[in-house]
């Protein structure tokens, strides 16, 4: 080996020695800075929490509603002809049936009399024919000729016939006498009344008298397409499991509940909301038809638990809290029934022995240490 080669091979060894201090030299750098720039965690923190309690929680919601009768009619008359009696006045309660007016009802008389009359003579003309008729076929045909027989049988034919429209025109002039009485058809409460007798009236001219039904009566109030979506989905009848009460515009919260009864079939494209009907006794006439109340809607919740919504934090997938369990920081998803007055109502199973977080909870590695502070719900409000 020439000794120009080995000063060649000399001085690559040290090159390669100086490059590898260089590198080891520039990786502790970096590594001190990065152990610099990484602040120390806390092996142990405090954090203060208070008990879950269960409880039998009732929930109430508040809408707007309108009073609306179940029952109403307006009665118009089907006769022409003048008032000759007026049984009721305004404000008084009628039953099915009960007499309210009555039309003078002698033109009407007189049209019923006279179709008896034309009934009784196409009764005579059909007797007659029809005894005619049983002559001519018991005769036979060797006595009677054909033209005989068959004039025999139209003119019965004619007259059972005639003898059947008498008998309707009799009906139809029944009808028509029956029609100068006007009767209530549900029962319920008189409206104003303006008519005295001998005012003439048209037949379908218009209302004459107005009769609403009180009791029961009806209150009509909507829920969001979304409430209405989450009452189907959570597996229970809609709103049969629910309380429904009335406040009135005196601030009165009405004594009866009300009975839900059925939900609108379709969706109120405007508002995104659907109708809901509920009914409610009213024997003492305090709910009045289109006047607007108030409407609680109340459920009992069983075990159920209450969290302050700024205790949660909102995740995309979900509402959130921080449980202490076992002894461990646990992020919870909660099962949300109902939210109200800044609270969470939720249905999750939790133990005696868990806790709810109230701190902020900081940024923490599997080997921190938690340690609680527990409060009362009292002491930290």
Same mark, same amino acid.
């Given at each position: 080996?020439?000794?120009?080669?080995?000063?060649?091979?000399?001085?690559?060894?040290?090159?390669?020695?100086?490059?590898?201090?260089?590198?080891?030299?520039?990786?502790?750098?970096?590594?001190?800075?990065?152990?610099?720039?990484?602040?120390?965690?806390?092996?142990?923190?405090?954090?203060?929490?208070?008990?879950?309690?269960?409880?039998?929680?009732?929930?109430?919601?508040?809408?707007?509603?309108?009073?609306?009768?179940?029952?109403?009619?307006?009665?118009?008359?089907?006769?022409?002809?003048?008032?000759?009696?007026?049984?009721?006045?305004?404000?008084?309660?009628?039953?099915?049936?009960?007499?309210?007016?009555?039309?003078?009802?002698?033109?009407?008389?007189?049209?019923?009399?006279?179709?008896?009359?034309?009934?009784?003579? @196409?009764? !005579? +003309? $059909?007797?007659? =024919? *029809?005894?005619?008729? &049983?002559?001519? #076929?018991?005769?036979?045909? /060797? %006595?009677?000729?054909?033209?005989?027989?068959?004039? @025999?049988? !139209? +003119? $019965?034919?004619? =007259? *059972?016939?005639?003898? &059947?429209?008498? #008998?309707?025109?009799?009906? /139809? %002039?029944?009808?028509?006498?029956?029609?100068?009485?006007?009767? !209530?058809?549900?029962?319920?409460?008189?409206?104003?009344?303006?008519?005295?007798?001998?005012?003439?009236?048209?037949?379908?001219?218009?209302?004459?008298?107005?009769?609403?039904?009180?009791?029961?009566?009806?209150?009509?109030?909507?829920?969001?397409?979304?409430?209405?979506?989450?009452?189907?989905?959570?597996?229970?009848?809609?709103?049969?499991?629910?309380?429904?009460?009335?406040?009135?515009?005196?601030?009165?919260?009405?004594?009866?509940?009300?009975?839900?009864?059925?939900?609108?079939?379709?969706?109120?494209?405007?508002?995104?909301?659907?109708?809901?009907?509920?009914?409610?006794?009213?024997?003492?006439?305090?709910?009045?038809?289109?006047?607007?109340?108030?409407?609680?809607?109340?459920?009992?919740?069983?075990?159920?638990?209450?969290?302050?919504?700024?205790?949660?934090?909102?995740?995309?997938?979900?509402?959130?809290?921080?449980?202490?369990?076992?002894?461990?920081?646990?992020?919870?998803?909660?099962?949300?029934?109902?939210?109200?007055?800044?609270?969470?109502?939720?249905?999750?199973?939790?133990?005696?022995?868990?806790?709810?977080?109230?701190?902020?909870?900081?940024?923490?590695?599997?080997?921190?240490?938690?340690?609680?502070?527990?409060?009362?719900?009292?002491?930290?409000?």
């Amino acid at each position: 080996m020439s000794e120009n080669f080995k000063h060649y091979l000399t001085r690559r060894l040290w090159w390669i020695v100086l490059a590898i201090i260089f590198i080891f030299a520039v990786y502790c750098a970096e590594s001190q800075n990065a152990n610099s720039a990484v602040p120390e965690k806390s092996s142990e923190i405090e954090l203060t929490v208070i008990p879950l309690k269960k409880e039998d929680i009732s929930s109430q919601t508040e809408y707007i509603g309108y009073i609306t009768p179940i029952h109403q009619v307006s009665l118009t008359s089907n006769v022409s002809g003048y008032i000759s009696d007026i049984w009721v006045k305004g404000g008084q309660d009628v039953k099915i049936g009960d007499n309210l007016l009555k039309i003078d009802p002698r033109e009407y008389k007189a049209s019923y009399n006279a179709a008896i009359a034309s009934r009784n003579q @196409a009764k !005579a +003309q $059909f007797n007659n =024919a *029809k005894i005619y008729f &049983e002559r001519i #076929k018991k005769a036979g045909s /060797k %006595a009677v000729s054909k033209t005989e027989y068959d004039n @025999a049988q !139209a +003119q $019965f034919l004619a =007259a *059972k016939a005639s003898l &059947e429209a008498a #008998k309707a025109n009799e009906q /139809k %002039a029944k009808v028509m006498l029956d029609y100068t009485v006007l009767q !209530a058809s549900i029962n319920g409460t008189v409206g104003n009344v303006s008519l005295t007798p001998g005012n003439y009236v048209s037949s379908g001219a218009g209302e004459l008298l107005s009769i609403v039904q009180y009791n029961p009566i009806r209150v009509v109030f909507s829920i969001s397409d979304k409430e209405y979506l989450n009452l189907l989905n959570s597996g229970t009848d809609i709103l049969k499991d629910q309380i429904i009460r009335i406040r009135l515009a005196n601030g009165k919260v009405y004594q009866e509940n009300g009975i839900f009864q059925f939900t609108d079939n379709q969706i109120n494209n405007s508002t995104n909301s659907i109708a809901v009907y509920a009914d409610f006794e009213n024997p003492n006439k305090e709910l009045v038809a289109n006047a607007y109340v108030d409407v609680l809607l109340e459920k009992q919740y069983k075990d159920a638990f209450v969290i302050e919504q700024k205790y949660t934090t909102l995740l995309p997938e979900g509402v959130f809290a921080y449980i202490i369990r076992n002894k461990q920081l646990v992020k919870t998803k909660l099962n949300i029934l109902a939210s109200e007055n800044n609270n969470y109502i939720v249905g999750n199973k939790f133990g005696e022995d868990e806790y709810l977080v109230v701190d902020k909870v900081p940024v923490i590695t599997p080997q921190t240490k938690v340690k609680i502070k527990v409060q009362s719900q009292q002491e930290h409000n």
